[in-house]
């Protein structure tokens, strides 16, 4: 069976820059269903084509990440990656808090982007070191992102049985559905089984949210 084509909405003010990454993302076999330079009407839009991932930049005159609390409030099943020259670590953190599955800075590789566009969809989604190092650093300071941590329903394990637990280490470690799987002699889908209810029950949104997550409660190591 042939794979499906990977559907993508960008968002970016700079048109010079939508126009590059266009071409870039069709020229590898992904189908770029809108290209919107206005924050304001990127909801409408991502409601008209219903893409798989959203591409969005947070500085822009209607701030990114005010886009992205809209699209996650009225369709939250849609992936929204930033993509952005923003290295700030407040604006990295406020993102996964929203919602965001990924952060990527615009110096990515064009080849990394593809990469982690087609893994994004798949639902393997590797961590930047620089992302865990960051999410690692916020929490142990006790920094704006523990509030994250502190809201209802994020603060305890104890709703998880001892095979969620194992699953949810060795995902917040890196490792993909596939490589826990061998590792539990289980297989691919009953890993994303577990990772749909440890998500569910402690209340949070995406496997960023699950790394931050397991790095505020030590289950994994200082990357």
């Given at each position: ?90 604006d990295l953190l406020t993102a996964i ?127």
């Open positions: 069976m042939p794979n499906k084509t990977l559907k993508v909405m960008l968002v970016d003010d700079h048109e010079l820059f939508l126009e590059g990454l266009q071409y870039l993302l069709k020229i590898n076999g992904i189908d770029v269903v809108c290209a919107v330079t206005d924050g304001a009407k990127a909801l409408m839009q991502a409601r008209r084509t219903n893409p798989d991932i959203i591409l969005l930049d947070i500085k822009m005159p209607c701030s990114g990440l005010d886009v992205l609390r809209q699209i996650k409030a009225v369709m939250p099943e849609i992936k929204v990656v930033m993509l952005t020259t923003s290295d700030d670590d407040e808090k929203c919602g965001a599955s990924g952060y990527l800075l615009k110096n990515t590789s064009a080849k990394e982007l593809v990469e982690m566009l087609r893994e994004l969809e798949k639902g393997e989604i590797p961590l930047s070191p620089k992302l865990a190092t960051i999410l690692y650093r916020e929490f142990r300071c006790g920094g704006t992102a523990e509030a994250f941590l502190q809201e209802p329903g994020n603060s305890g394990l104890e709703g998880l049985t001892k095979r969620q637990l194992e699953v949810l280490e060795m995902v917040a470690e890196g490792k993909t559905y596939k490589a826990v799987g061998r590792a539990l002699g289980l297989t691919e889908r009953t890993i994303k089984y577990h990772m749909g209810r440890i998500i569910e029950q402690l209340h949070l949104e995406n496997r960023a949210q699950v790394i931050a997550y397991a790095v505020q409660m030590g289950l994994i190591e200082k990357p």
